[in-house]
């Protein structure tokens, strides 16, 4: 894609990231400028900035239904998953050295395994159905008194499909397995309550709800055995040791109060966007195939594979509209989704993927103009 003002950009990519919201940036600013203080430091300016992380682990809590007690700051999506899985594996008996996840883990989830598995340890991998979810009877077979962790993304980056994890959950804790879920892609989209899915660790990405990229959360159940990766003073209950990014946590707050505030009509709007694009592009392309949910998932999410091109070429040609392939931990490669491999599509339909992935400021005139450009650019490749 060439450069296309900002402003004239049609962003449909927010599951790779989202914008900063006006109101969180409004709110990290005095933090960057005026309340400096380290949140150790036993003065004025030190007292105001604890206060502020406080307030702003109260927001994170509420939106999740947990405590403020279980919720620990981290850098990201990243780090949270890290802790979560090699936390855990920190506390495990013996007897329990076996992990239980998917096959279409994002690759902050997959890697912390897979090092784990390098270590000893075993890793119980789930294929996906074609609609993208694990079967939950595949799932409570795989449990059993030997595993520690179960860690299943809540909803899955590139399709939207929403993985049964509060099925799981119930059954992994007769089990006495711990549960994590990388709800990265869920939390401002759908509704998220971490008692309802009876989940011991939770994962969060600030810039995934309109918070900065560089900050996130570890939501960790009241009595879970859990690890510190980083060993320091003792900020964060000493789960994550080090001087607190005031400013970045602050944005997360009020971001998670503005998601909390708007989810139940966002989530309609969105859904209502997603369909009208899809109607849109699949009235005009012949062959194009959806690999997201009719029903049920992200409200917000539409990959779908253009017929006899590849996808990473149509968007190049999509001057104006800003969408991906998949997941931006793997752009630039012109390489099947593993995602959609995994869920038995073909790499010749795979090649065509493209995600769509709405936002709290697209419009539907913006879904009008993408269809538009989307559907000339797919065009050109068979003029003559």
Not at 116 to 129: A, D, Q, Y
Not at 200 to 226: E, F
Not at 288 to 293: D, E
Request: hydrophobic share 40%; with cysteine.
């Amino acid at each position: 894609m060439r450069d296309v003002e900002a402003s004239n950009l049609i962003y449909l990519d927010h599951n790779s990231t989202t914008p900063v919201a006006d109101e969180v940036l409004d709110a990290m600013l005095p933090f960057l400028k005026d309340f400096y203080g380290n949140p150790s430091s036993d003065h004025a300016l030190g007292h105001r900035s604890r206060q502020a992380i406080e307030n702003a682990r109260a927001n994170v809590a509420s939106l999740i239904g947990g405590g403020s007690e279980e919720i620990v700051f981290t850098s990201g999506g990243t780090e949270s998953n890290n802790l979560a899985i090699r936390g855990v594996a920190t506390r495990a008996t013996s007897s329990r050295r076996r992990i239980v996840t998917s096959t279409v883990e994002h690759p902050a989830t997959a890697a912390p395994c897979g090092l784990l598995e390098s270590e000893g340890w075993t890793v119980t991998r789930l294929e996906v159905s074609a609609a993208g979810i694990v079967d939950p009877e595949a799932l409570a077979d795989a449990l059993g008194e030997d595993v520690a962790l179960l860690t299943l993304m809540l909803a899955q980056n590139e399709t939207g499909s929403i993985m049964p994890v509060g099925q799981a959950a119930r059954k992994a804790r007769q089990l006495g397995v711990l549960t994590h879920t990388d709800a990265a892609q869920a939390i401002g989209k759908i509704q998220v309550d971490v008692d309802a899915l009876g989940v011991d660790l939770l994962s969060i990405a600030g810039h995934k709800v309109y918070a900065p990229k560089g900050v996130g959360a570890l939501y960790i159940r009241k009595g879970t055995a859990l690890g510190p990766l980083l060993l320091g003073a003792g900020q964060e209950g000493g789960m994550r040791p080090g001087t607190e990014n005031v400013a970045q946590i602050v944005g997360l707050g009020v971001a998670c109060l503005l998601v909390k505030d708007r989810l139940e009509g966002e989530e309609e709007r969105l859904r209502g966007l997603t369909d009208e694009l899809w109607r849109l592009l699949s009235q005009r392309v012949t062959g194009l195939i959806s690999h997201s949910p009719k029903c049920g998932g992200l409200p917000n999410t539409l990959m779908v594979s253009f017929p006899s091109i590849s996808g990473r070429e149509l968007l190049a040609k999509a001057d104006g509209v800003a969408a991906s392939t998949g997941s931006a931990c793997h752009a630039g490669l012109d390489v099947p989704s593993a995602t959609l491999l995994s869920m038995g599509v073909p790499p010749s339909i795979a090649q065509g993927a493209v995600r769509f992935s709405l936002g709290r400021f697209t419009t539907s005139n913006d879904i009008a103009r993408a269809a538009e450009i989307i559907v000339g650019a797919y065009r050109s490749f068979y003029e003559k």
